[in-house]
């Protein structure tokens, strides 16, 4: 299991209640990063895919991609200020 801040929260309840995401969720999976690599990163999807695992984290649920369960135990979602704003980031604990 993974760890979710207060400004990680708060960061996803604020992007939630935009009306342009209605109907959105937060969902962690891995993404092309380029040069034929893959991350794993945190963003907003229509609907969880087929055999996402959904985790409560206060008033907010948070998809995991099938199978990133163990790559992530350890980790932290968190708020990174940066200069285009706030943005959420995964960290090791």
Same mark, same amino acid.
Do not use: N, W
């Given at each position: 299991m993974f760890e979710v801040t207060e400004d990680a929260l708060d960061a996803i309840r604020t992007t939630l209640h935009r009306p342009e995401m209605a109907g959105t969720v937060a969902r962690v999976a891995t993404v092309a990063s380029g040069n034929g690599r893959t991350a794993i990163?945190?963003?907003f999807v229509s609907e969880p895919a087929p055999g996402d695992?959904? $985790?409560d984290a206060g008033d907010v649920v948070? $998809?995991?991609q099938r199978g990133l369960d163990s790559q992530l135990t350890g980790a932290c979602l968190d708020v990174r200020d940066t200069e285009g704003g706030a943005r959420l980031v995964l960290r090791r604990a």
């Open positions: 990163a945190v963003g695992t959904g $985790y948070i $998809y995991v």
